[in-house]
C-alpha cells in the first residue's frame, strides 16, 4: 500500500532565506507525486506534479521537487522563500495501478519570519 | 467556473442529531471525492466517487456515515447521528479523469458536534 512520510512538521524560516520540505514515499509500483498548498481557512490547490518524464518539476511561483526514485523521495524546495509563501504543504502518491485516489502526507507548516 | 462548492461553510450541531454536507463538482469532471482533515488524523479519504458510481468507500469510519451522488452536478455526506468525535474540516474535491491533473478541491465545510 502506498503512503507518505513528511519528516518535518513544522519549518520556521527567514524571509528570503532557501527552504526545504522533505518527502517520503512507500509504494511498490510506480507513482505519481503532488505538491499541495493550503492556506488558513482554504481548501488544498495543487503546487506541482510529477507524472513521467524531467524528473525536476517547478511551479509558477518558484517552487520546485525533485523526483529521487533510489531515495523514493519528492522533496520540495525554494531558492528564497516571501511571506506569503506562508501555508501548510501536504505531499501526496497515486499510484499508477490506482490511478484515481491520492494519499496524502501529514503536512509541514511553512512559517516566514521577517 | 466557479470551482468546487460545498455548503455550509460552517456547521454547528448537537449530538445524534443528522448532518448533510453538499458538494457540487466543477462542470464535467467525473470524479468526487470526500476528505476529512483533522490535527489528530491529518488529510483522510473517505469515500470517492467516479461517473456517479461509489468506487471506494474504505475510508468512511462506520455506518452512520453515508455517500451520494444522485447525478453529476452534486453530492452528499451525511452523518447521523453525529458525534463530538466527527468535529473536523470536511473537504469535497473534484478531478477530470482521476489523479493525473490533480484535484480542486473545496473550501471545506467545517463541523463542530457539541
Known amino acids: 500500500a502506498q503512503s507518505v512520510t513528511q519528516l518535518d512538521s513544522q519549518v520556521p524560516v527567514f524571509e528570503e532565506a532557501p527552504v526545504e520540505l522533505r518527502c517520503n514515499y512507500s509504494s511498490s509500483v510506480s507513482v505519481y507525486l503532488f505538491w499541495y498548498v493550503q492556506y488558513p481557512n482554504q481548501g488544498l490547490q495543487l503546487l506541482l506534479k510529477?507524472?513521467?518524464?524531467?524528473?525536476l518539476v517547478e511551479s509558477i511561483n518558484g517552487f520546485e521537487a525533485e523526483f529521487n526514485k533510489s531515495q523514493t523521495s519528492f522533496h520540495l524546495r525554494k531558492p528564497s522563500v516571501h511571506i506569503s509563501d506562508t501555508a501548510e504543504y501536504f505531499c501526496a502518491v497515486s499510484e499508477h495501478s490506482s490511478a484515481s485516489k491520492i494519499i496524502f502526507g501529514s503536512g509541514t507548516r511553512l512559517s516566514i519570519r521577517p | 467556473d466557479a470551482g468546487v462548492i460545498q455548503s455550509p461553510r460552517h456547521e454547528v450541531t448537537e449530538m445524534g442529531q443528522e448532518v448533510t454536507l453538499r458538494c457540487k463538482p466543477i462542470?464535467?469532471?467525473?470524479?468526487l471525492f470526500w476528505y476529512r482533515q483533522t490535527m489528530m488524523r491529518g488529510l483522510e479519504l473517505l469515500i470517492y466517487f467516479n461517473n456517479n458510481v461509489p468506487i471506494d468507500d474504505s475510508g468512511m469510519p462506520e455506518d452512520r456515515f453515508s455517500a451520494k451522488m444522485p447525478n453529476a452536478s452534486f453530492s452528499t455526506l451525511k452523518i447521523q447521528p453525529s458525534e463530538p468525535r466527527d468535529s473536523a474540516v470536511y473537504f469535497c474535491?473534484?478531478?477530470?479523469?482521476?489523479?493525473?491533473?490533480?484535484?480542486?478541491f473545496g473550501s471545506g465545510t467545517r463541523l463542530t458536534v457539541v
Open positions: 474535491a473534484s478531478s477530470l479523469s482521476g489523479a493525473r491533473g490533480g484535484y480542486t
Open positions: 510529477y507524472l513521467s518524464g524531467s524528473t
Open positions: 462542470s464535467g469532471h467525473d470524479y
